[in-house]
């Protein structure tokens, strides 16, 4: 049994994993933590995500995960950065975290729509207005808008530092 206090989490992930390898949340979970050894074998973080997927493709958060170290493949299939964000706003719109990094990669498609970098990030700002990244991440892109207000460069970075004032 795993005690917080005794076994990592990532301990944790492969014994679960040995008693059940078909477990495709303790495979997403176990790339969180870096990856690890499952029946002898090294598996990446990537490998884990790969492997959560093969198991549940459905689940849209090993999507944004492999997104998040550069893509990878899928039922024989080379997915990129961009396209595991999409496969996974198609699976979970209203994943804020997922629209601010496909923003980060310059936009997508999504849902038959194409979004661009600025529209991404006033996406996950409709869903998340107190997250400072993705204020910054309409900063970067020169402002846009958010709850039918106007914002310019400048006063999105005001928003982020508003939030979090410590980053000063």
Aim: charged share 25%.
């Amino acid at each position: 049994m795993c005690i917080r206090d005794r076994y990592s989490s990532k301990q944790c992930y492969e014994e679960a994993l040995r008693l059940d390898p078909e477990n495709s949340y303790a495979w997403n979970n176990l790339g969180t933590v870096g990856g690890g050894v499952v029946d002898g074998k090294e598996y990446s973080s990537k490998q884990c995500y790969e492997e959560a997927l093969r198991l549940n493709p459905e689940n849209s958060d090993p999507w944004s995960l492999l997104g998040n170290v550069g893509g990878g493949v899928v039922d024989g299939k080379e997915y990129s950065s961009k396209q595991c964000y999409e496969e996974g706003l198609m699976l979970n719109p209203e994943n804020s975290y997922v629209w601010k990094r496909l923003g980060f990669v310059g936009g997508g498609l999504v849902d038959g729509k194409e979004y661009s970098s600025k529209q991404c990030y006033e996406e996950a700002l409709r869903l998340n207005p107190e997250d400072r990244h993705m204020w910054n991440g309409l900063g970067s892109v020169g402002g846009g808008v958010v709850d039918a207000k106007e914002y310019s460069r400048k006063q999105c970075y005001e928003e982020a530092l508003r939030l979090n004032p410590e980053s000063l």
